[in-house]
Nanobody, 126 residues
Framework: QVQFVESGGGLVRPGGSLRLSCAASGLSLDYYAMGWFRQAPGKEREGVACSSKSAGTTYYTDSVKGRFAVSRDNIKNTVYLQLNDLKPEDTAVYYC???????????????????WGQGSQVTVSS
């Protein structure tokens, strides 16, 4: 059974930082690209960042480039999302997800991912 345990969310002031963690069990991250998605109230889920299975390829949505960083530790079977310089518009539930790609790449489309975490709330407010 595939499970993800997400942690690290919370309430932070604008300009602050958080680090989200997503620990996987039931599958090996050696074989999966990992994506981070978020969904704000009343909005569609959007892809934020992704890391290919080797971490050789990463992509970010334009609104978080230069502020967020995705990383992974395949030995710990865990993926991370570092969120810096947070803005109120970053407020959302953040989800990690695993997707299988034949090549060492990743994408930001939710339909490409098969397994999902339970979500972690990030609230940016003064």
């Amino acid at each position: 059974q595939v499970q993800f345990v997400e942690s690290g969310g919370g309430l932070v002031r604008p300009g602050g930082s958080l680090r989200l963690s997503c620990a996987a069990s039931g599958l090996s991250l050696d074989y999966y690209a990992m994506g981070w998605f978020r969904q704000a109230p009343g909005k569609e889920r959007e892809g934020v960042a992704c890391s290919s299975k080797s971490a050789g390829t990463t992509y970010y949505t334009d609104s978080v480039k230069g502020r967020f960083a995705v990383s992974r530790d395949n030995i710990k079977n865990t993926v991370y999302l570092q969120l810096n310089d947070l803005k109120p518009e970053d407020t959302a539930v953040y989800y990690c997800a695993a997707g299988y790609y034949y090549t060492d790449t990743c994408g930001l489309q939710s339909g490409e991912y098969n397994y999902w975490g339970q979500g972690s709330q990030v609230t940016v407010s003064s």
